[in-house]
């Protein structure tokens, strides 16, 4: 069973930045997928961005350009840079990661920007 322990979440002014941090409990297969999901009020969870060895990241159309997804395996984390805050990336960020067909999600951090 993998534990997902996500931090970085916060307040921020439109054009703002904040980091997204999430370790894992247990190594992930670096060929195996980590990501972030969001879910804005009323919303569906949508796919921000993924990562995975050997292939380029997954980026959401929206965020393309000024979010920023890694990893680092030596310390089971993946990290979500973003910049240039909107209101509409105003959500509830989620860490997935797929571990040999398990998905596992984070317990979720807010993220609301103000306008």
């Known amino acids: 069973q993998v534990q997902l322990v996500e931090s970085g979440g916060g307040l921020v002014p439109a054009g703002g930045s904040l980091t997204l941090s999430c370790e894992a409990s247990e190594t992930i297969f670096s060929s195996n997928p980590m990501g972030w999901y969001r879910q804005a009020a009323g919303k569906q969870r949508e796919l921000v961005a993924r990562?995975?060895?050997?292939?380029?990241?997954d980026y959401k159309d929206s965020v393309m350009g000024r979010f920023t997804i890694s990893r680092d395996n030596a310390k089971r984390t993946v990290y979500l840079q973003m910049r240039r805050l909107k209101p509409e990336d105003t959500a509830v960020y989620y860490c997935?990661?797929?571990?040999?067909?398990?998905?596992?999600w984070g317990q979720g951090t807010q993220v609301t920007v103000s306008s």
């Open positions: 990562i995975r060895s050997g292939r380029d990241p």
């Open positions: 997935h990661v797929r571990n040999w067909g398990i998905d596992y």
